[in-house]
């Protein structure tokens, strides 16, 4: 199964709002609402940011949003900030296909 | 407290075995759906094994026929068995549920590193 697609890199200045897109198929991505994006630090475990589709857990900054439209699913980081820096990788749940999850290729986010 | 701690990594030779367990305390291992995922140094994430509640489990292409998922109720531990390894097994290992969530994974382990090499 081919991991969702993502951009190798995306990067933005403190305060700036910059989104991560994550691109799958309409067996995954375009068929649940069911997508969730990892932030993971170096070094560090990966930690929920958002969850189907538009969800924050508990704990999240609010500065932390996604979206959908059709098989793309979006990350979207307002007001920068330094902590931000980390990868960020997507996940869709894939219903019955061979494995019922996938994650994204990963995206590295700079802070400039 | 949800949590789930892993143990069992290790360096390993090319063709040997290793089991990684992880105790989970908070809920109950049965009761929820687990998942094993693995990340390559430098490497992104990667998708191992899933046992559902009623026991069904998946495996990625690449371990199907040599790694096995499971569970122990009574020791509130869910495993990986993992034969045949191969260098390009070595990795940092996580256990990780939906901590109460549909779709999406809240709570991970802290990692084990298996290093496959002669």
């Known amino acids: 199964q081919s991991a969702l697609t993502q951009p190798a890199s995306v990067s933005g200045s403190p305060g700036q709002s910059i989104t991560i897109s994550c691109t799958g198929t309409?067996?995954?991505?375009?068929?649940?609402?069911?997508v969730s994006w990892y932030q993971q630090h170096p070094d560090k475990v990966p930690k929920l940011v958002v969850y189907?589709?538009?969800e924050r857990p508990a704990g999240v900054s609010s500065r932390f949003s996604g979206s959908k439209s059709g098989n793309r699913a979006y990350l979207t980081i307002s007001g920068l900030q330094a902590e931000d820096e980390a990868d960020y990788y997507c996940?869709?749940?894939?219903?019955?296909?061979?494995?019922?999850?996938?994650f994204g290729s990963g995206t590295k986010v700079t802070v400039l | 407290e949800v949590q789930l701690v892993e143990t069992g990594g290790g360096l390993i030779q090319p063709g040997e075995s290793l089991r990684l367990s992880c105790a989970v305390s908070?809920?109950?291992?049965?009761?929820?759906?687990m998942g094993w995922v693995r990340q390559a140094p430098g490497k992104g994430l990667e998708w191992v094994s899933v046992?559902?509640?009623?026991?069904?489990?998946y495996y990625v292409d690449s371990v199907k026929g040599r790694f096995t998922i499971s569970r122990d109720g009574p020791k509130n531990t869910l495993y990986l068995n993992m034969n045949s390894l191969r260098a390009e097994d070595t990795a940092v290992y996580y256990c990780?549920?939906?901590?109460?969530?549909?779709?999406?994974?809240?709570?991970w382990g802290q990692g084990t590193m298996v290093t496959v090499s002669s």
């Open positions: 990780l549920t939906p901590g109460g969530l549909t779709g999406a994974f809240l709570v």
């Open positions: 908070g809920f109950t291992v049965s009761n929820t759906y």
């Open positions: 046992i559902y509640i009623g026991g069904s489990t």
């Open positions: 309409s067996s995954d991505v375009g068929s649940y609402n069911f």
């Open positions: 189907g589709v538009s």
């Open positions: 996940c869709a749940h894939a219903g019955s296909s061979s494995f019922p999850y996938v």
